[in-house]
């Protein structure tokens, strides 16, 4: 693309951006190393969720083009890339990840248009992915296995082996962040990559795998757009997937889980989410808040580790709520173009819908809202959604149970240490919470009780390539991230050595 980084921060016409992209890039499959069309012929459009128009046709992949890729995975793994010595792959992934720190502002615009987040944010995920697959080519020549002292007649050892072709399967919330994720770790193990991208967000996979030519094997890397009943069905139920990665809703997650146990192949899943934060009474409530509205507010709450339930102290919520509300009312929702922006529309016009049903619900269930609770006015025709509040939330209500994906946060209120804990974990899920408190008794019995696969004190975050990410319960099991996603996309072999006493 002609889009450089001067000019980037220069559009404003979403017109402008979508026939940049239309009139230089094509999007179909990636498979053996080409842009391949459907047997089908048939496409799908993205939408730009800020304009509610088409960006672009995208191959819309089935069965067919999964079979076909999966072969091509197998002959390039068998031919070359299981061949290859953990340097050699990691001098590979590096060569890629300077072709795509390239095309950073291309991919940032994909992202952003794709995805509706603002160009900031769109940028730093763009980042984030790359960075992430940087990290997996430079820890992978550490990784292996090690050895055993078992007797002095032996030599016992461990190797850690690639399964071969892994399918994936990534979200339409992060899409460039969650292709990094995904790949690299599974490329740099020695294993080859069948993933397909969620039809709501595909441009910056399909991108990412173009941008791979010449530079990975052929059929090492394989991108296919389509839906998820179509292809991402076929890819968990092939029986020549060795390995099979799920990012997305639990319900999904339980068919890919189902879909694999049919060939005995292992899945790491990671899933929902209606992840907790408690504020104790003497947390400093200037960090709690810029850190807890970043937590729900932040790719428009789009995010599953989102932190939705602010369980707050009885002596403090008043005040806690009424600077939480003016924090809400503070964002700038409008165009991902405009650089004032600080919160873009809702992805799809699925998730429109949802935001409606749930905010009528709160109020329903007698939740009261405090702000929000209504699409937000703008000059565009697209999905865009007021930061929302409900306070008076007794933890049953449906908006304290379910994952909205969305804007929305939950406020009720404790009197002790053991009240906040139960209500914390009275969920489904458990991928991520929150504490504030500048007391580390309490801070540090908080990481033990709580049921979340990461827990954050006085902040929610950082993800970082180097810290695991997980969730337990039904927000899965698994870690993508961290040296543990290797482990995952390796396996385990153990040696053993015989041998006599040496004889003169």
């Not at 000019?7 to 009139?23: G, P, Q, W």
């Not at 072709?99 to 980042?127: S, Y």
């Not at 173009?337 to 905010?359: A, H, V, W």
């Not at 695991?468 to 390796?490: C, I, Q, R, T, W």
Request: aromatic share 8%.
């Amino acid at each position: 693309m002609a889009t450089t980084n001067a000019s980037l921060e220069e559009l404003t016409s979403h017109e402008d951006a979508i026939n940049d992209i239309v009139e230089e890039l094509e999007f179909e499959a990636w498979i053996d190393g080409e842009s391949v069309e459907a047997d089908s012929k048939n496409t799908f459009r993205t939408l730009d969720p800020a304009v509610d128009k088409p960006i672009t046709e995208v191959t819309q992949c089935g069965s067919a083009e999964v079979d076909v890729a999966v072969n091509a995975g197998w002959s390039a793994f068998e031919s070359q890339w299981k061949e290859t010595t953990q340097t050699e792959r990691a001098k590979c992934l590096l060569e890629w990840v300077d072709v795509l720190r390239e095309h950073e502002n291309e991919l940032t615009l994909l992202e952003a248009i794709d995805t509706g987040k603002p160009l900031n944010d769109a940028r730093w995920e763009v980042q984030g992915g790359i960075d992430t697959i940087e990290y997996y080519a430079s820890i992978i020549r550490t990784h292996g296995g090690r050895q055993i002292q078992a007797s002095t007649d032996a030599n016992i050892y461990t190797r850690k082996e690639p399964y071969g072709v892994v399918g994936q399967i990534t979200p339409w919330n992060f899409p460039m962040w969650a292709f990094g994720w995904k790949i690299g770790p599974s490329l740099a193990a020695g294993n080859v990559s069948v993933l397909k991208p969620s039809r709501y967000a595909p441009l910056t996979s399909i991108r990412a795998a173009q941008l791979s030519k010449d530079i990975l094997p052929d059929g090492v890397l394989n991108v296919l757009p389509g839906k998820g009943s179509e292809a991402g069905a076929a890819l968990s139920e092939h029986d020549k997937v060795r390995k099979v990665a799920f990012t997305g809703s639990v319900e999904i997650g339980k068919i890919a889980m189902k879909a694999a146990a049919d060939h005995i192949a292992p899945v790491s899943l990671e899933l929902g989410g209606k992840s907790p934060f408690i504020v104790f009474p003497d947390a400093d409530l200037d960090t709690v808040i810029s850190s807890l509205s970043t937590g729900i507010f932040y790719s428009t709450g789009e995010v599953c580790e989102a932190a939705s339930r602010a369980i707050v102290h009885e002596d403090i919520v008043d005040e806690f709520t009424e600077r939480f509300v003016e924090e809400a009312e503070s964002y700038v929702v409008g165009d991902p173009l405009d650089s004032e922006t600080t919160m873009g529309p809702l992805t799809n016009k699925e998730q429109f819908e949802s935001m409606k049903r749930y905010c009528e619900l709160g109020q329903k269930e007698g939740a009261t809202l405090l702000t929000g609770g209504e699409p937000y006015e703008t000059d565009l025709d697209g999905w865009f959604w007021k930061p929302t509040v409900f306070a008076d939330v007794d933890n049953d209500m449906r908006i304290a149970q379910e994952e909205i994906f969305g804007p929305v946060q939950t406020i009720n209120s404790f009197s002790t240490y053991d009240e906040a804990i139960e209500i914390a974990n009275d969920s489904r899920y458990g991928l991520a919470a929150g504490v504030g408190t500048e007391n580390n008794s309490i801070a540090q019995n908080a990481i033990k009780d709580l049921d979340a696969g990461s827990v954050w004190i006085n902040g929610y975050g950082p993800i970082l390539p180097e810290t695991p990410f997980g969730g337990f319960k039904d927000s899965g099991f698994g870690n993508d991230l961290g040296e543990e996603a290797l482990e995952h996309y390796s396996r385990t072999k153990t040696v053993g050595i015989n041998f006599d006493e040496p004889q003169i």
